[in-house]
């Protein structure tokens, strides 16, 4: 009996040790693989960080610097622009062409009020820029409302001394941008309202839609300049009609844009709808009007950010569908007619026929003239109530015609 509880005895002692030796391994086992799965864990680590560009901190490797050269440097934040702080003629040749000037470019006035209308981007990445609308409506600086002056040329401007004297003593209150050919110099002084102001061009075609990308080049380029709230296209060609204070006060304050729009059932007009553009443009949206338009910063903001409906008139507005004439027009009868005053600023003769108004010269240009232009003989409507004062502006003026208006600017428009 007592020997077969000391067998027992030895057999429960063998279990224990055995299930002791079991436990002992399954820790074993358990620490081993934790070991194991940490291992693989950091090699992965590893491996992931490695393959992160941080080699580019590295100054022993060529790579490396390659990689640095991408990220700009705003420790010296400089840019290049001309000497306008005298008369360049009294300059060495060095000077007279560029002077390095230090300037903030994260400063306020710097962002809102460009100097220096070169840059190089491409008309999407301006499109792009110029749609910015900041959501705060308050002003972080004493905003003066200014009217942006974009003339659309095909190079010289030969009324420049007329509107040179138009625009002078009230630089505060306006900004000019000219849009010429690619290549073209203006050669002006350095006290003109037009020195440096021509913006970066592109090559353009009467009755192509480069011509519309240039009427919204000038638009994006005006509107980089956060004091823009008005904005008139003009030719080469144009007058004006009324002194500054007159025009300034006039765009400035009217709640309504001016932009010729209006439906024409001929195969001028409707004809030249192309059926293509449906369903996004019908037949009864379609407008036709002059190119030559004055437009508020929210619509002109609306046009630059519009790629939809403008690449519907690129693809199937194509001559004798011109879309300098039908585009904005349309685009604003379908979505901002209600703000637009439907009429044009700018006063033109179609009387005698043909795809090209009348041009005036210098044997046209009497007071009597000029006053027909500046009272009109059939009211129109400004902020809703009738007027006569119904345009500012006049084309097209042949280049002879510049001394008579120059003779009769002071007695006749006021200036």
């Not at 440097?73 to 009294?90: A, I, M, W």
């Amino acid at each position: 009996m007592a020997r077969g509880r000391a067998v027992e005895k030895e057999e429960g002692e063998k279990h224990i040790g055995l299930l002791k030796l079991a436990q002992t391994l399954s820790f074993l086992l358990i620490f081993m693989a934790g070991i194991i799965i940490g291992l693989a864990a950091s090699s992965h680590i590893d491996r992931y960080f490695n393959s992160l560009p941080t080699t580019t901190f590295s100054s022993s490797s060529s790579s490396s610097a390659a990689a640095l050269q991408t990220v700009p440097d705003y420790s010296n934040c400089t840019v290049v622009h001309r000497d306008c702080s005298g008369d360049d003629e009294n300059h060495d040749d060095d000077k007279k062409a560029m002077k390095q000037k230090d300037r903030d470019c994260w400063s306020v006035d710097g962002f809102v009020r460009p100097e220096n209308l070169s840059h190089g981007m491409s008309d999407d990445e301006l499109f792009w820029r110029a749609s910015m609308v900041p959501v705060k409506e308050e002003y972080p600086y004493d905003r003066v409302p200014k009217v942006a002056f974009m003339f659309l040329t095909r190079g010289p401007l030969p009324m420049l001394p007329l509107w040179e004297k138009f625009f002078r003593g009230n630089e505060k209150y306006l900004s000019v941008y000219v849009h010429t050919p690619p290549g073209y110099d203006m050669n002006v002084s350095s006290d003109s309202a037009f020195y440096d102001r021509q913006i970066p061009s592109q090559k353009v075609e009467w009755g192509s839609p480069l011509l519309t990308d240039a009427e919204k080049r000038l638009l994006a380029n005006a509107l980089l300049d956060f004091s823009n709230e008005r904005f008139i296209l003009l030719s080469e060609s144009c007058v004006p009609v009324y002194n500054f204070s007159t025009v300034y006060s006039y765009l400035i304050n009217s709640a309504y844009s001016f932009v010729d729009s209006y439906d024409e059932p001929t195969r001028y007009g409707r004809g030249r709808y192309s059926r293509k553009m449906l369903p996004d443009i019908k037949l009864h949206h379609w407008r036709k009007g002059s190119q030559w338009f004055e437009v508020n910063r929210k619509l002109a903001i609306y046009i630059v950010s519009d790629s939809k409906y403008y690449s519907l008139f690129k693809q199937f507005c194509r001559p004798a569908c011109y879309p300098d004439e039908h585009y904005i027009p349309t685009f604003l009868n379908m979505f901002h007619g209600s703000v637009n005053a439907n009429r044009s600023v700018t006063w033109v003769d179609w009387s005698i026929g043909g795809p090209h108004p009348a041009t005036y010269a210098a044997d046209n240009i009497t007071e009597g003239f000029l006053q027909s232009i500046r009272r009109n003989e059939t009211d129109c409507l400004y902020n809703e109530e009738p007027t006569s004062l119904c345009f500012l502006f006049a084309r097209k003026f042949a280049p002879s015609a510049l001394a008579p208006l120059m003779n009769l600017s002071s007695t006749v428009m006021g200036f």
